[in-house]
Structures are given as C-alpha cells and as structure tokens.
Nanobody
Framework: QVQLVESGGGLVQAGGSLRLSCAPS????????MGWFRQAPGKEREFVTN????????YYADSVKGRFTISRDNAKNTVYLQMNTLKPEDTAVYYC???????????????????WGQGTQVTVSS
C-alpha cells in the first residue's frame, strides 16, 4: 500500500510564499503523473497543477498560473509545489496525488489519481 507524505503547509500573509513537498512512503508500481489539488471548506476538491513523470510536462489551473510552480526530483520520487504571491483565496487543504495510469482528461479530475496524501493545510491571511 502506497502512502503519500505531504509537508510544508502553514500560515502565511498574503503575498508570501510556501513550498509543499510530497513523497511516497512505499514503492509505487508506476507513476504516470503526480499532481496537486486543493479543497476549501464547503467546496469540491479542485485541480491545481500536475506533472507528467515521463517527460516533465506541467499543467496549471488558470488561477495559479504564474504564481505556482510544480517540480520533481526523480531520484527521490518526490514532487514539490512552490507557491508564490499567495492570496487569501488560496487557503485550502492541499492534497498530493499519484496517477498510475494514463490520464485521459489530463489529470484534472481527482478520479484520475490512484493514491492520495493526507493533505496539508495552507492558510493565507489578508
């Protein structure tokens, strides 16, 4: 059973930065993509960004383009999310996911991921 361990969340003022990390605690059979989603209270889990493991292609939600950057460390099988110029509307629990199969819709839906982390809280104060 693969478990994803996330870290790096916290409280930051608007305009500040945070860096999230996500690493699997067990061996994954295969990794097609890794992604970050977020869920604010009373809202559905929404796509933030993902990275294709084979070639490093990245995709971003419009709401975070130019502010967030996803990156990976292949040797550590770890993915990072650098979040800059944070806004109060970025406040949410951030989840890391691993997709082991081809993602027909580009990995923008939660059901395209096979493993999830426990989530890490990001709070941006105004």
């Amino acid at each position: 059973q693969v478990q994803l361990v996330e870290s790096g969340g916290g409280l930051v003022q608007a305009g500040g930065s945070l860096r999230l990390s996500c690493a699997p605690s067990g061996r994954t059979s295969s990794t097609y993509a890794m992604g970050w989603f977020r869920q604010a209270p009373g809202k559905e889990r929404e796509f933030v960004t993902n990275i294709q493991w084979s070639d490093g292609r990245t995709y971003y939600a419009d709401s975070v383009k130019g502010r967030f950057t996803i990156s990976r460390d292949n040797a550590k099988n770890t993915v990072y999310l650098q979040m800059n110029t944070l806004k109060p509307e970025d406040t949410a629990v951030y989840y890391c996911g691993v997709g082991a199969r081809y993602q027909y819709y580009g990995g923008i839906y939660p059901y395209e991921y096979d493993y999830w982390g426990q989530g890490t809280q990001v709070t941006v104060s105004s």
